[in-house]
C-alpha cells in the first residue's frame, strides 16, 4: 500500500501552539492550486516508477493549516487529480482536515460527493477558557454542533484532537474533557501533550514568564487517565497518540508508523519511499514560482543504521505491534539485535516494556512516560 499527503497551507488565524507551516492569507490560494495541480502532475512518473508495480494508493490525507478553507470545487479538483495521475483505489480512506467553525451540513454532503470518507476536526479542548488561551475560534458548543453535524452528516469515521498539558489546565478539566469526549461517542480520539515549539506565540510567553509549564506530576497524571479511560471505554491505543474503536483506526497514519511509503505534495510537505526521504521548503512564495523546482525539494538516502532507528522509533509508538527482535537480527545482525534485547530485557523487569506474542515488545503505560529515554538507550552504539 501507499499513501499521500496533501499540506494546505493556509489558516484564517494561528493557534499560539502551533508550528506546522501555513500562512494567514488568502491571496495567494488561486496560485497554490495551480502550482499543486502542476506538482502531482510532474511528479507522477518519477513517483509512480519509485513505487513497487503493486503499490496502490490505499489512503489520501488533506492537512494543513486548514484545508477546509478551500472551496470544495478545489478539493474535488485535487482529489481528481490524484485519480488521474495515480492508482488510488475505489475504497481509499480519503481525509480532510476541518475546524468546528467551518462545518455545515452543505460542505459535509458535498465532501462525501467529492469521495472524502473521513474527517478530522481539531477540537484541542471543550473548555472555552483554554480555547480562548490558545487563540481557537470556536467554542464548546460550536465544537458539540460540529460533531453533530458530522455523526448526522453520513460520515461515519471521525476523529477529533484533544490537547493536554496547556497552562492553566488541572487534571480535572483534562477528565471532563475526556468524559465529554466518552458521552459524544467519538471513534477515533487524537491525543498530545502540549509542545512549546520554538518560534510559535507560546514558546515566547512561556521564555517571558507569561505561561508556565504544565508541571510534571500533572503531566503524567493526565496521561494515565489518558490511558486507563479511553481503553475502558472502547477506544483501544493503537498507537502512543491516536486511540480508536475497532475498524476506525487512521489508516493513513498507521502506514506511517509501519514504514509504508507515502507520496508529499505542497510546500513543507513530507515522503517517504524507501530509502528516500524528501521534504518540500515551507516557503508558499517559492512555491507558487515554480512547484518542480529541485530548489525548493531537499531529499536525502536513508542509510541502513538510519533505518534502524527509524524502525525502532516508528513501532515502539505503535502500542498493539510494537519491535519484532526477530526482524532486528535478520535485517541489522547480531550486534543490533543484543543492544536492543539488553534494553527490552532491563525495561521489562522495571515494568516499562511488554512481550507480546511472536517476540514482539511493546511500551507499558508507564514506559511510554520515558519512551524517548527508552529508545535513546536502544539506538546508541
Request: charged share 20%.
Amino acid at each position: 500500500m501507499a499513501g499521500i499527503y496533501i499540506h494546505v497551507p493556509f489558516c484564517s488565524k494561528k493557534c499560539s501552539y502551533c508550528d506546522f507551516y501555513s500562512v494567514v492569507s488568502k491571496s495567494y490560494m488561486t496560485q497554490y492550486i495551480q502550482s499543486l495541480l502542476l506538482e502531482i502532475k510532474g511528479r507522477a512518473r518519477e513517483y509512480n516508477g519509485l513505487l513497487d508495480s503493486q503499490d496502490k494508493i490505499e489512503t489520501i490525507y488533506i492537512g494543513g493549516g486548514t484545508p477546509s478553507l478551500l472551496s470544495n470545487t478545489d478539493i474535488a479538483t485535487i482529489i481528481e487529480s490524484l485519480r488521474k495521475y495515480f492508482k488510488v483505489l475505489p475504497e481509499t480512506e480519503i481525509t480532510i482536515e476541518v475546524n468546528p467553525e467551518s462545518v455545515s451540513k452543505k460542505n459535509l454532503s458535498e465532501y462525501r460527493n467529492i469521495g472524502i470518507n473521513r474527517i478530522s476536526m481539531g477540537v484541542q479542548s471543550f473548555n472555552d477558557q483554554l480555547l480562548k488561551s490558545i487563540s481557537r475560534s470556536h467554542t464548546s458548543i460550536g465544537a458539540i454542533h460540529a460533531i453533530d453535524t458530522i455523526k448526522g452528516s453520513g460520515i461515519e469515521n471521525l476523529s477529533i484532537d484533544l490537547i493536554y498539558g496547556l497552562p492553566g489546565q488541572t487534571s480535572e478539566m483534562w477528565k471532563k474533557d475526556l468524559d465529554k469526549l466518552f458521552s459524544l461517542d467519538i471513534p477515533h480520539l487524537s491525543a498530545y501533550h502540549l509542545i512549546y515549539e520554538e518560534g510559535t506565540p507560546m514558546w515566547y510567553f512561556r521564555k517571558r514568564g507569561k505561561f508556565q509549564e504544565t508541571p510534571e506530576e500533572t503531566s503524567i497524571e493526565m496521561a494515565k487517565y489518558l490511558y486507563t479511560s479511553t481503553e475502558s471505554h472502547g477506544l483501544i491505543p493503537y498507537e502512543i497518540s491516536a486511540f480508536a474503536k475497532k475498524g476506525f483506526e487512521s489508516r493513513h497514519n498507521s502506514a506511517y508508523w509501519f514504514g509504508k511509503p507515502y507520496l508529499a505534495f505542497g510546500p513543507s510537505a513530507h515522503g517517504y519511499i524507501h530509502p528516500l526521504r524528501w521534504s518540500i521548503s515551507p516557503s508558499i512564495v517559492k512555491y507558487i514560482q515554480n512547484p518542480l523546482s529541485e530548489n525548493i525539494r531537499h531529499t536525502e538516502i536513508i542509510s541502513h543504521e538510519e533505518s534502524l532507528e527509524e524502525y525502532i522509533l516508528t513501532r515502539m509508538r505503535t502500542l498493539q505491534h510494537g519491535i519484532s527482535l526477530d526482524y532486528i537480527y535478520k535485517e541489522y545482525g547480531k550486534t543490533s539485535y543484543d543492544r536492543v534485547k539488553h534494553v527490552i530485557d532491563k525495561n521489562i523487569s522495571c515494568g516499562l516494556i511488554r512481550e507480546l506474542l511472536n517476540n514482539h515488545y511493546a511500551l507499558t503505560y508507564d514506559g511510554i512516560l520515558l519512551m524517548d529515554a527508552i529508545i535513546l538507550e536502544m539506538v546508541s552504539e
